[in-house]
């Protein structure tokens, strides 16, 4: 499996140059553990996490107002990062060893997703809820951003709902729903009448 199959994006970014104020509130509103900061071209050029905001105001050298100074004062440098194409089982070893909780996907420099703890775990240990979470992903992609055939899944049996346009589309769907991590059986229900 590849970062692409299971990086969160597009990502959330702050630049260097905004306030601290404005990364607390991504962090406080996403509930994100970092953030990768970019330049004012978006490339990568460091990370703001909670542990760096905390560090900055226990120090004393934070303006007493909430959320004072600039991200760039607070952020650390250049993370681990990784590309889309990289094995997750690669990306995960680097994240337990350089302890680090969130990885910024980059093309070229600039931060194309976000892959976290979290996200690896779901692919080491698919729980129900991320396997009914990523089944309804895929086909709502497919189905171009609609939640047009909601998916339940319960003890590794996944249930479609709704209608197709033809076999070709049902057989895509099941497909989806099949090859997800979590899931060994595909049921269908259409609507009768």
Known sequence: MHVK????FPAQTVRADAPLGDAVTLLEDRSYTAVPVVDDSGALVGMISEVDVLRRRLSGSAPREAGGGRVREAMSGLPLSAWPDADVIDVADAMVNR???????????HVVGVVSRCDVLRTVLPTERAAQREAQRRVDVYADGRHHWPVTVRDTVATVEGTFDDDTERA???AL???????????VVEPTG
């Open 5 to 8: 199959d299971i990086m969160t």
């Open 177 to 187: 729903v099949r090859t997800t991590m979590g899931i060994d059986t595909v049921r």
């Open 172 to 174: 895509v769907v099941e």
């Open 99 to 109: 302890d680090a909780h969130t990885v910024p996907v980059v093309v070229e420099e």
